[in-house]
């Protein structure tokens, strides 16, 4: 099985900047799609953004492109998400996740087979 771990989170101040990593235990062969989510508690978890391994390709929800980067490193088998502009509704617990065997970019955390255990940001004003 894939296992994800997440590093990266912490405290930042409103207005900076922080990079989130993903990092898989072993190299993925089939075609696969690395989703970053959130999620506040008692809250609906909440579709980041996603990257097709292969071409590259992302999808953002549209309220975070301006601000959220996705990318990734295959050789590293790391992925990682960089947040600028942070706000203090940003702040949640962050999981990165992973869709075997298929290359839709879909924000729907029902088709990710694999989770990490989730990194905590929280924004301060």
């Known amino acids: 099985e894939v296992q994800l771990v997440e590093s990266g989170g912490g405290l930042v101040q409103a207005g900076g900047s922080l990079r989130l990593s993903c990092a898989a235990s072993a190299r993925i062969f089939d075609d696969f799609v690395i989703g970053w989510f959130r999620q506040v508690p008692g809250k609906k978890r909440e579709g980041v953004a996603c990257i097709n391994s292969s071409d590259g390709a992302t999808y953002y929800a549209d309220s975070l492109e301006d601000r959220f980067t996705i990318s990734g490193d295959n050789a590293k088998h790391t992925w990682y998400l960089q947040m600028n502009s942070l706000k203090p509704e940003d702040t949640a617990v962050y999981y990165c996740?992973?869709?075997?065997?298929?290359?839709?970019?879909?924000?729907?955390?029902?088709?990710?087979?694999?989770w990490g255990q989730g990194t905590q940001v929280t924004v301060f004003s």
């Open positions: 996740a992973v869709e075997l065997d298929d290359d839709e970019l879909i924000l729907d955390s029902s088709e990710y087979e694999y």
